[in-house]
């Protein structure tokens, strides 16, 4: 007997929670934490329930759906024990690589690594040490399309859940980005939308701020401008080279990007028109 | 038809949810927000909900009444807009009185100062320029009984629901504390339980910390022991004196009291045990 | 027998440290706090040194033209508790000015705050209870120029060494930026580069953001785009609406501008072409 | 022609900067960088400097030896590209040890790993991924002294500048923090002054507090009552358990302690007293 995840979203309304507690109680189960969040602007309505003692899943799908059909309800129900099969992405910078694969591999991270893909060799050694599965493709101009059919391939072959693009540097083309929408998370590192596109680091010191930060966010065809899970800043100083923004923001990177694919994987982060709600 | 704040605690089993967002619905509510949580340990479960569009407060409260008997709950409604009666605490010292009274005269803080209470002279302008009635009631080992006499008086006279200690030197007997239970908020100028008693910041120095804190707590009989609201940090270095973490304390301090006496004021805070729930 | 402090900055060299603390033990006195930078990208060296001891300051600035000749300093001197005259523009919003007057009041802001200015009447009781002379000058398209004439007159009269704008809502011409040059202080209320101009928690919440910032900056023709001096953040989330945002904002802008306007104060801020050298 | 770090502590006394400035002008030494601090209640005075273009250290080396003599300097020259030999101990957790192997492996951090040592084999696989040379040393009751042997043959063998304790569970003996005093930096997983020794999580959620943090600190005898290096902290909510405490509280050790090393490496933590001075 499981512990559940349900998620939903919906058009604000009475009586929402009333119909899903109820579905949940008359399939025997009890609601160990629970979060709700009603978008005064957007008039959509946002909730995360953690049960337990659910006798039959089978039974609550089935009262979920006659909910959903009545309240329009947008609904996933999971297994709270769900390891998300997760493709990570890479180019030669292993900081973000290294961190997941630790993290997944200490149990503190619920995703279960089915592939590392990087345009690159140089973080096969890391992979192989974590026992995830490495492939190397290459992206050329010429070898674009073919890399992303790889690509594609890969997430079809592995059932792939989640892409982490960590620290990669090659952008997706919008087919690949439609394809995985609201499932594929990159970190970016400077504060957005300050510092969008290449070399945020050298861009924030040539602006002289005093703190830098990272983003990670749900990718869409506009660079740099999807929905935001995730973002965390550090003090610098006038002492602070490039390369000193470079390593410090490193730190931030890492720490950004696990939470928000923690907070993903664990079903806590719900897309709300253009941003996310975080029931963390 | 105002919005309405409910906030309960009952010992965790199924059903509960389902049965107050009934009661809910059922007097033509909308839960605009609602947090629950159940602890593991103790297993207590607590909620609070944000709801607007009940026609009748009345009805709710006798289905919540039915609800309570049959669940074990403890349970308060109130109008979200209700402004918490508060008597302010201080002695010579203005950083946290100055603040908490600019709040609730910028309408930022949703408390109405009935009183200030002050064993000096000094913050009577204070407490003036924002209106606010100030008491000056001296604190000698002879009169500590008169003034505590006074103080309960005030209390009484004036239906105060929360006494604020905004650096208050003096230390409320036993009698009060319990006559105040869950009502009282103290500013401690340290990162409990580190630096309990007199003197933090001098402590902290000593000890050679990199940080330095804040804590607003219930205050309980057991000096600097009770339980937990907020805790904010702020980096020194070596070169700071006591003096500069007295003086960089001060903002930690009244950032934590105003953020604890909001949530408070708020009904976001439940009493779990010897801890809280902060449903921020 | 005074406290000093001295700043300077120059095209980096060796032996400048050798020659200015030379000057000083020359002059009897003794270094109690120094930080030198010398960047390595624009070549400038920049020195803070606080000193005690100087039995005669008029003969350690002969000493120091003298040095100052040789390596080309830009350099000052000054008593370590002076007092930096102070003119605070505001418009309705007080939060900035009632945390500048009652810092300046408890003596932990070095500044002496000789007017208040302001384009609405709004804040004149503050202004009065803290006893800083309130000016309102109103400023419509047709008044403009003669508002500044005002401002400028004010600027002369008063010996004004720093300007500080606590949430004025208006901007200031060229020639006024210019007359004070690195002498303007702006709170500008988002992490700039973020969200410059107008309205930057409406725009921040529309980007759904998941911190939001302020920052602190000498004021230039060029809008929102003169040197950093501090910069401060909050984390924020979902829940919170535009009017929270503000209402949170409030507390970091506060925060950053106090400190921006004590580091300048207390000379530790020096320009390094279009960024700011901090010793804090 | 190296870049230099010279650090240095005296009794505090006017013309220290001139004559340490001199000594290195005469050298043909440019200053990089330079901090001081004069403690106004030990009265000691410390200093850092980052020279470049000094042609001959050996003639530095003799000025500064004269210096010393005058002013009873503790003084320190090294080269600023120095890697300071480093033994790790750990016991099963990796996540500080993961890190500080990645940070040395991507040249962030200026160590060279010369041994890790552990008291169990767990680690051995991540050591060896490194290549840094694993010596797992069981520690029992029996084998407490012999182990320590061992160690200290180790240390003396690889010529190890400095020990890292990365969660090492086991409490070193008083005649090993003498022979390496100031030397030992140990990670733990407290805020201290709070929750010294055993499960500071644990005793930390049973408090009911709002933040945790770690600190890095020098080893003496008296346990966890060393000179701090650094501490940072992290927000915890009342729905954390203590094993979320333990899996956020990893990500603030590791930074806490990688800080603690890199500045310990880089020559910037000095002695003063009980406390430490940090030029960062």
């Known amino acids: ?151 594609l391939g890969l997430i079809d072959e592995k059932d792939v859940e989640l892409v982490v693009l960590a620290r990669y540097m090659q952008i997706l083309s919008d087919k690949v980005c439609e394809a995985m929408k609201g499932r594929i998370i990159n970190i970016h590192h400077s504060f957005l939308p300050s510092f969008k596109g290449a070399r945020p680091y050298a861009q924030a010191h040539a602006r002289g701020v005093k703190i830098i930060g990272a983003t990670a966010h749900y990718v869409t065809p506009d660079l740099d401008e999807g929905p935001i899970i995730e973002q965390d800043t550090i003090r610098v100083t006038h002492a602070d080279s490039v390369p000193d923004f470079v390593a410090q923001g490193q730190d931030v990177e890492r720490r950004v990007l696990s939470r928000a694919v923690r907070w993903h994987a664990e079903r806590r982060v719900l897309l709300n028109g253009h941003a996310t709600v975080v029931f963390d």
């Open 1 to 151: 007997m499981d512990e559940l995840i349900l998620t939903l979203s919906c058009p604000d309304q009475p009586g929402i929670v009333h119909a899903v507690s109820g579905a949940i109680a008359a399939a025997g189960g009890n609601i160990l934490e629970s979060q709700q969040y009603g978008d005064p602007v957007s008039h959509r309505f946002h909730m995360r329930v953690h049960a337990a003692g659910v006798n039959d899943p089978e039974v609550l799908r089935q009262s979920l759906t006659r909910v959903a059909a009545i309240l329009d309800l947008d609904w996933n129900l999971e297994s709270a024990g769900h390891k998300v099969r997760t493709l990570i992405m890479a180019s030669k910078e292993g900081h973000c690589l290294s961190d997941l694969l630790y993290r997944a591999h200490e149990g503190t991270l619920p995703i279960d690594v089915v592939a590392v893909v990087a345009n690159h060799e140089t973080l096969r050694p890391l992979a192989d040490f974590y026992n995830a599965p490495f492939y190397c493709i290459p992206v050329t101009q010429q070898t674009k399309d073919s890399a992303e059919e790889e690509l």
